[in-house]
Nanobody
Framework: QVQLVESGGGSVQAGGSLRLSCAAS????????AGWFRQAPEKEREGIAV???????NFANSVKGRFTISKDNAKNTLYLQMNNLKPEDTGTYYC????????????????????????WGQGTQVTVSS
């Protein structure tokens, strides 16, 4: 089975920080394009961060400079460090990966947010109060 399991969400005040984790099994997440999405109530899903098999990253403008994405290959885990959180960051956060290998390198960074992905975590809730 291929699974992605998020953890680390919670409730924080504006300006606070959280670190989300995405534990993968069944596939080596570090060998693929993988990243994070979020969805706020009554809004479309938004791609926010991606890291390629080459370790290079890309971020949505809404989180650039505040969020970082990283991976620990030994633990087969993806992370999202969220700093200076704002109320508009509130939503359900999901990790996902392109285990088809169709996106890699530059293609990962440029198209990951747009491709149809088959493997998602269950989501973890982040609530930021003002």
């Amino acid at each position: 089975q291929v699974q992605l399991v998020e953890s680390g969400g919670g409730s924080v005040q504006a300006g606070g920080s959280l670190r989300l984790s995405c534990a993968a099994s069944g596939k080596v997440v570090g060998s693929y394009c993988a990243g994070w999405f979020r969805q706020a109530p009554e809004k479309e899903r938004e791609g926010i961060a991606v890291i390629g098999d080459d370790g290079l990253t890309n971020f949505a403008n809404s989180v650039k400079g505040r969020f970082t994405i990283s991976k620990d290959n030994a633990k087969n885990t993806l992370y999202l460090q969220m700093n200076n959180l704002k109320p508009e960051d509130t939503g359900t956060y999901y990790c996902a990966a392109d285990f088809t290998g169709r996106t890699s390198g530059l293609l990962c960074r440029k198209s990951f947010f747009e491709v149809d992905l088959d493997y998602w975590g269950q989501g973890t809730q982040v609530t930021v109060s003002s």
